[in-house]
């Protein structure tokens, strides 16, 4: 009947793309900023595509079955998108929240019904008195090793969907986001700049536009050193949801961010990120999130450089600031 929809699943992609007109004046920028404002997905981020994609890729399988657990570690984007899905399809879910994860993204995963571990849950050492008392910050995040054995323990089926490796994660930028970002430039996209999780937006958006035009060139962006959690820096203002890939240990590179995913990359800080989302609010309207932020960051830097006069810089926003706003990201 007409559009009506009839699943939240239908709601996924199809995102705008704006030109930050107001933010280019204001900073003399040479080339064009072309936002693809993820966060208007049904559950307010970028995760929403590929979440929708891994858990209709494991009922097709037969992986899953109404009843079921969904089980996946997160810094919560992609926690929120699967329990809201989950939710919508009859399963359950279960969720080894990241270190640093913000207290909005903690409540959104407990408001669709999901339950927040950490790795004493999957080592079966968690007592009572801290299963009461809610979830803190743990001293660790669970290992991929001791996630799967705490799967396979449980009575009732626990899937471990495992993001960081699951081919659907990226092939759902292959299916959709690519394609959109595609035919709403008409083509016209010379620089393409995204922020680093699993890697898996990065992984296929460069695979879609590369195979369409090879001289599309694609940066990505990574927390600079003072802003990743370290034993050196455990108290460090961390970029949500985004990992480094660059000066870091070979097991630590995300799967995905293979040196054939992008030409460059940057640098960026979580003060350089919030000092950019205060500006775009202020100039265009758009409340960003520090992922979001730290994109933009480097866009600007880029759009900067008379070499890149009149191109179109195309840049991924994957969540907005409603999820950041008990943190230091809007306030002095």
Not at 120 to 145: C, F, M, N, Q, V
Not at 180 to 201: A, F, H, R, S, Y
Not at 277 to 300: P, Y
């Amino acid at each position: 009947m007409g559009n009506i929809k009839y699943g939240i699943y239908e709601l996924v992609g199809h995102t705008p793309i704006m030109e930050l007109q107001n933010f280019e004046k204001k900073h003399h920028l040479q080339a064009n900023i072309l936002a693809k404002l993820e966060y208007l997905n049904p559950t307010g981020s970028v995760k929403d595509r590929a979440a929708w994609n891994m858990i209709l890729d494991a009922e097709e399988k037969g992986e899953i079955h109404p009843g079921d657990t969904i089980v996946e570690q997160t810094s919560g984007n992609t926690g929120i998108s699967l329990a809201a899905f989950a939710a919508s399809r009859g399963y359950k879910t279960e969720i080894f929240l990241e270190r640093g994860a913000s207290k909005e993204r903690r409540q959104l995963l407990e408001a669709y019904g999901a339950k927040l571990l950490d790795y004493r849950d999957a080592l079966g050492i968690r007592t009572e008195e801290e299963r009461k008392s809610g979830w803190h910050e743990p001293e660790r995040e669970a290992t991929l090793k001791e996630i799967y054995a705490y799967c396979d323990k449980q009575k009732e089926k626990h899937y471990f969907i495992n993001q960081a490796s699951n081919l659907k994660n990226p092939e759902a930028h292959i299916l959709t986001t690519g394609p959109e970002i595609w035919n709403d430039t008409d083509g016209n996209v010379d620089i393409l700049i995204c922020m680093t999780g699993t890697g898996g937006t990065a992984a296929g958006l460069s695979k879609y536009l590369k195979e369409r035009n090879p001289h599309i060139q694609i940066v990505l962006a990574q927390p600079a050193p003072q802003s990743r959690l370290t034993d050196d820096n455990p108290n460090a203002e961390i970029i949500d949801g985004v990992l480094p890939f660059q000066g870091v240990a070979d097991e630590d590179i995300p799967e995905f961010v293979s040196k054939q995913v992008y030409d460059s990359y940057m640098d960026v800080s979580t003060q350089q990120a919030y000092e950019v989302a205060r500006d775009v609010v202020a100039t265009d309207g758009i409340l960003i999130g520090t992922s979001s932020a730290a994109a933009l960051f480097v866009a600007k830097e880029l759009a900067q450089k008379q070499q890149n006069k009149d191109k179109n810089i195309v840049v991924i926003m994957p969540d907005n600031g409603m999820k950041y706003l008990s943190t230091s990201l809007f306030s002095d």
